[in-house]
Structures are given as C-alpha cells and as structure tokens.
C-alpha cells in the first residue's frame, strides 16, 4: 500500500464514516493486521470506540478479522475502501439497467454494507411509496423480484454465512463465501421455512417470511459490467455503431459463460451472434459477417477469429482490449501533458519497442535539441525508460547501448498512483473550500429553514422577501462560486475515478495472467 | 590518458557525450539544485471535464450519498463536550440518531460491549432499592467511623460485601466511597473552613523574614 493510497483511504473513511473510524482505518492499514488491543494502543482512542468503529467497518465489509493466534486478528482492505469513491457510478448502472428500484435496492445496501433481504425490500419499498402518489403502494413483490435478478446477475452478493453449530470459544470462523447454488435456494417461496445445507439460519417469524441472511454489494460482477462499457464505447468510437453492437451482444453472451478474469470469452459462431442480435437491428447476415471480419483484422484486435465452424468463431479479447485501453489512456496523457510532438515519440517507442536516441530522433522526425529534451522530459516523469545493453563485460559507459523504451504496466502503475494522490489533492482542495465558507452555508441553510416553515405555516410574500434579503447580493456571489467549485471538484473525482478503473482492471489483468 | 586526470581542464566524462546526443562544445543544460516548484506554471491546460446527463446525475448521487452518510448511525463523530457556555438553540437542534446494533453473530465476542454497561440499564431500576440501602449502610458507616480504628477496614469489607451480593455495581461501592470521604475529611483538624473569610493567611508573613516562624 502506497502513502498515496493510505492518504486517500484516510480521505474517504473521514468524508464518509468520521474521524474516529478514520483513525482507526488508518491505524490497521499503515501496521496491518493487528489484535484490539494494538489497535487501541496505537490509536490512543478509548477501548469501546474502538470496537464501535471496528463494527462499522466489518459492518460495510472494509475490515475483516480472523481468528489468530490465541486472539482475534483485523485488517483493513484498502481496495474495497477505494471503491467508495465509484459507489455514485454503480448506483447510476443499477438505474440505467434495472429502473428506479433497483437503483434504491443498491443505494440501501452500499449505504448500510450488509443487510437482510427483508430489510431491503422494506426500506426500498417505503421510499419508493413516499415518492408516489396518493394511495399508491409499491409491493413488496416487485421489489423482490428485482433484487432476486440483481442476484442473479451477481451484481449483489450473499454474505458469509455463520455456521450454526458450536462455536469456538473466541470466534466464529466465517466459511468461504457462498456459491451460486444457494442463492438460488434462497428465492424459494419464502413461506416455507427453507431447508439448506445444514449451515442455513433459520428463517425468522416476520409475517412475510423472508429468509434472514445478509445480502451485500458484489464488486466484481459491476467492474465487469464497466469493463464491457469501455470496451463498447471504445469500438463505437473506432469504428461505428453498428460493430460496437454487434460486440455488445457478443459480451452480453458471454456474461455467464466467461470467468471473472479469463483473458478472452468463450467463443461464439457466428449463427449465434446473429441470432442474438436485438431486435432492432436487421442486417443481413452476410453484413454480420463482413462486420466481424473487420473486427478482427483490426489492429488492435478486440475481436479475435478463433475457428471457422458455425460460420466462424469469434472471442473477444478481454486481456487485448483492456491492454489498448490502458495504452490509449497513457497516450492521452502523454500528449496533453506534454504536447503533440511528444506524443508522437511517445507513440513511436510504443511501436517500435525499443530505440536508441539517434533513431528515436529520426523516425520522429524531429530536430535533434527538441527530441533529447522531450525525451529527458518523459523519462524524469516514467513515462519512458532506458534499457542498458553492454558491449563488453564492464559495462563502460562508452560502449554500452541505451535504449529507450516504454514498459506499458510499469508506465500504467505510475499513473495509477499520480491520479490517486490527484483525487486525494481534490478531496483536501473541496474540504478546504467548504471549510472557509462554512459560516455562510451554514447562514444560507438557516435561511433556507426559515423560509420552508414559513411558507409551510402561510406567509406573505413580502416577508419572504425580506428573509431572502438576509443574504446579500454579494454573499449571494460568493455561495454561486462556492457551488460551481465544490461541483466541478466532484466531477472530477469521478472522472479520475473511471481512468483508475481502465488501469486497474489493465494492471489486474496482466498480473493474473498465467 | 584523455579525460582521466581530475584537474585538467573541464570536467570531461567516462563515456562517449556524442550517445546522449550532445555534440563537441555545446552547452550543457543547468544542474538542477533544488526541488521543482510544487505548483509549477502548466503551458499545456487540462481538458475540459466531460458534461452530460450522466454526469450530472452521477453528481448528484455522490452529493446526496456525501450527505445521507453524515446521517447514517455509522458515522461516529468526535463530540465536542467543551461547551463553554450552553446555548439555547442546542436544545432544539438535537437530533436524535438512529441507534445501530450489528448482528452479534457475525462478529468476534469480544466486539461485544461487557456485561458491565449492560447492567447499567438494570441500575435505574435498581436505585430505589438500593437507596434505602446505601442510606442504612452510611448510617452504619457513621456509627463504625466513631471508633477511629477499624474505619478504613470495615468500609473496604462493607465495599467488598456489597460486591459480592450484587457482582457488580459500582455506583454502590462509590456512594458509600463517597461519604466515606466526607466522613473522613471531617475527621482531620485541617478542616477546609477555617481559612474562610478573608483570612490571608500567607500574606503577612512574606515581608519580614527576620522573624522566625512559629
């Protein structure tokens, strides 16, 4: 864990869960894993605080414990905890995927870590009846029947369950997570007291009868869902809209079939894919075919031909497009960072792999001076990196080659770990700057209060008036600016948060592969 | 040799200058003697952010969740207790936070808060029984303080006693504490009124200090 993530982990536990949750998430990521009394120690907080805030972080499952050595051992997961800065963005998929409800079924679990099925439906269901009209209820049915195809697509997970049997004196061991085949159960007719594997709790006495276990928000399933967006959007930008259909479907085919983490799908004939085509598009088959042909002689090879049967056999390469993904990402930064002309070069050392200053300067076509000094420019900044080859055993400077060269992992883990110090430079800089308005907020919130209570109780509007007047023009000037500022902050925390998906999923992918 | 010696001349360097692209003569760039500027002057501006109706709902989402969290039973802030003067909009302007207990099953034992505080919610119900008592036990204790001897002695086992019946209670154990120190401050010569109007009792001796103390 670098200082810039721990720096960013303390940012959000302080944002979203308070200071002594902070310190304590701080405590357990810097030393590791850690019993509750080195928590304690090291914290110098009270004893009970730090077993409240121990609860709430196992609650949202950023800690976990196990049992260790005659005690009990916690540590923190740093990733889950930078997940919370792309909670908006798996809100806003489960909205556009599955409606309304879903997109409440989702914000009250991220909101609460863990919570029973039951609980779910209930709260998503009231908040939905508030937004209705008079005398309309949302069913309890409806709202179910979403959260079981949220289950089904794994976009919400069933938690660890506790092993009902006796218990070991200290702890009781969490098993491995639950596989596929009790979720299923668990959407039995709830009426019946559900029978499982002997590990099952048992169904409470509520009236509806909902099973008790605990649902949380599974990660991975979203970050495959956007991994499949960037890769759509990616080839509707390359090429039209027709062939970023025809690979949506093909990822949308393959959803079930592929292992998180495979490097391509399971492959697809071509009667398959054009039989799965949604209905709105009617192109021929011939076109398909001639579609997928120029998918995969295309260079950057989303789309591979891996048999001819069935009309030939297609796979979309996962690992290669997250790979062209990253890199066009680090050429993009590249070129706004430097300019064009460095782009170029950089661009070049990717195609090229390795070249020498002389080359580099002929290829690129640029004079001498300018080329050494982009060249140092993006080397300072690791971008690019020189390779040593000796001539002669001693390695003498003057008869060694340099080369350089872009080492596209290494380039995208430097990346990786300047937009995380950029996020947390833009948490401090939002803070800061609500921190120095605070007085007028708070004013302006005062007087919006007032304002409510009056109308609510009937007023005149002159007296509205002279309640607006409260806060003058210029104080008026100075909430706009603060507005647009805290706004702008936000969305942009957002959007280094979708390149610090596109690298992590590239590093994540280079790093399984066997 | 060429290049070898230290003091001849310019600085002259192990390898061939000519690799790095520097020809015979020319000027190097400058050393570099201090940290780059933390805020340096960009020439190249960053590109607008990405506007849209997504973005702008995501927006409002990370706001609204920004928000709801604060409210949530799991934020624990730090309360500031130093109030120095208590203001009467407080009273108002409490709300009351939704009380959270996570599911004990799923989490170590000794997350657990000790049985301790538990038995505090059973203490109101058991102060009216045990008023009469504490009262008895100070009358008691009155009686046990006269004679001066046994005092510290009788008043541990009476604390340990009441340990014993009740296994915990330490509010009983601090009452009679309490008045035992009351009982035994008393009992000293030095009683804390004696100095109480206006006697300063330091100050005229500071002067003469020829004179010796008594």
């Keep these: ?514 | 040799m060429a290049g070898s010696g230290r003091g001849r001349g310019r600085a002259a360097f192990t390898f061939d200058i000519g690799a790095i692209g520097f020809s015979k003569g020319a000027a190097l760039p400058d050393v570099v003697c201090q940290p780059p500027p933390p805020f340096p002057s960009t020439d190249n501006k960053p590109v607008p952010l990405k506007t849209g109706e997504d973005e702008d709902y995501m927006l409002a989402l990370k706001q609204d969740l920004r928000g709801t969290m604060k409210r949530m039973p799991y934020f624990l802030a730090v309360e500031e207790d130093c109030e120095a003067i208590e203001r009467y909009s407080k009273k108002y302007s409490e709300k009351k936070h939704a009380v959270w207990t996570p599911d004990w099953r799923r989490l170590p034992r000794e997350m657990k808060p000790r049985k301790k505080t538990k038995k505090a919610g059973a203490k109101p119900k058991k102060a009216k029984s045990s008023e009469p008592k504490s009262n008895l036990d100070v009358l008691k204790k009155i009686e046990e303080l006269e004679k001066k001897d046994d005092e510290e002695e009788k008043s541990e086992d009476e604390k340990d006693k009441t340990k014993d019946k009740e296994g915990e209670d330490d509010d009983e154990a601090e009452e009679p504490e309490e008045y035992d120190e009351e009982e035994h401050e008393e009992e000293n010569d030095y009683i804390s009124s004696y100095f109480e109007d206006g006697d300063d009792f330091g100050a005229g001796s500071d002067d003469n200090m020829d004179e010796a103390t008594y």
Excluded: W
């Design chain 1, 1 to 514: 864990m670098t200082q810039a993530e721990i720096k960013l982990c303390s940012l959000l536990l302080h944002e979203h869960f308070g200071e002594i949750v902070e310190k304590i998430g701080t405590q357990l990521l810097r030393a590791g894993g850690q019993a509750l009394r080195g928590i304690a120690g090291g914290t110098g907080l009270l004893l009970d605080q730090v077993k409240k805030a121990l609860c709430v972080l196992i609650q949202h499952n950023l800690a976990t414990f196990r049992p260790r050595r005659g005690g009990v051992e916690y540590e923190a997961q740093c990733g889950r905890i930078l997940r919370i800065l792309r909670y908006p963005r798996y809100i806003y998929t489960a909205k556009t995927l599955y409606g309304d409800t879903g997109e409440l079924i989702v914000e009250e679990l991220l909101l609460n870590g863990q919570l029973t099925m039951s609980a779910v439906v209930r709260k998503v269901a009231d908040r939905l009846t508030e937004t209705m009209e008079d005398g309309k209820t949302m069913d309890y049915a409806d709202v179910s029947s979403t959260f079981v195809r949220l289950v089904d697509t794994h976009f919400v997970q069933r938690c660890p369950l506790v092993p009902e049997g006796p218990q070991s004196p200290e702890v009781p061991p969490p098993p491995a997570p639950t596989l596929l085949s009790s979720d299923k159960d668990m959407y039995t007719v709830p009426r019946l007291s559900l029978v499982g594997k002997g590990k099952r709790r048992r169904s409470c006495e509520e009236e509806d009868g909902e099973p008790r276990a605990k649902k949380q928000k599974q990660e991975g399933e979203s970050s495959e869902h956007f991994r499949d967006q960037a890769i759509v959007s990616a080839v509707a930008n390359r090429m039209d809209q027709t062939s970023s259909e025809i690979v949506r479907t093909m990822l949308r085919m393959s959803e079930v079939t592929t292992s998180s983490g495979a490097p391509y799908t399971q492959p697809l004939s071509s009667n398959e894919i054009f039989r799965s085509l949604p209905a709105g598009y009617n192109i021929v088959k011939q076109v398909l075919d001639q579609y997928l042909a120029l998918l995969a002689d295309d260079p950057l090879e989303f789309v591979g031909k891996s048999g001819d049967s069935g009309g030939g056999m297609y796979t979309v390469n996962l690992h290669k497009a997250l790979v062209s993904l990253a890199t066009a990402t680090l050429e993009s930064v590249v070129e706004e960072r430097f300019g064009s002309r460095c782009a170029r070069i950089f661009r070049l050392l990717l195609r090229k792999k390795h070249l020498e200053q002389k080359q580099v300067e002929d290829f690129a076509m640029i004079p001498a001076k300018e080329a050494k000094e982009m060249l140092y420019k993006m080397l300072s900044e690791s971008f690019v990196s020189l390779q040593e080859i000796p001539k002669t055993p001693d390695h003498a400077p003057s008869r060694t080659f340099y080369l350089y060269t872009v080492n596209v992992p290494a380039a995208a883990r430097m990346l990786l770990h300047r937009c995380y110090k950029s996020v947390a430079n833009l948490m401090e800089r939002r803070q800061f700057e609500t921190k120095e308005n605070k007085r007028l907020l708070e004013k302006s919130q005062r007087v919006e209060a007032i304002l409510a209570s009056m109308q609510a109780t009937g007023a005149e509007p002159a007296q509205l008036q002279e309640i607006e007047e409260m806060i003058t023009a210029p104080e008026r000037q100075q909430l706009e600016t603060l507005k647009r500022n805290v706004n702008k902050i936000d969305a942009s925390e957002n959007q280094v948060d979708e390149t610090i998906f596109v690298l992590e999923s590239f590093i994540e992918s280079t790093v399984k592969r066997p």
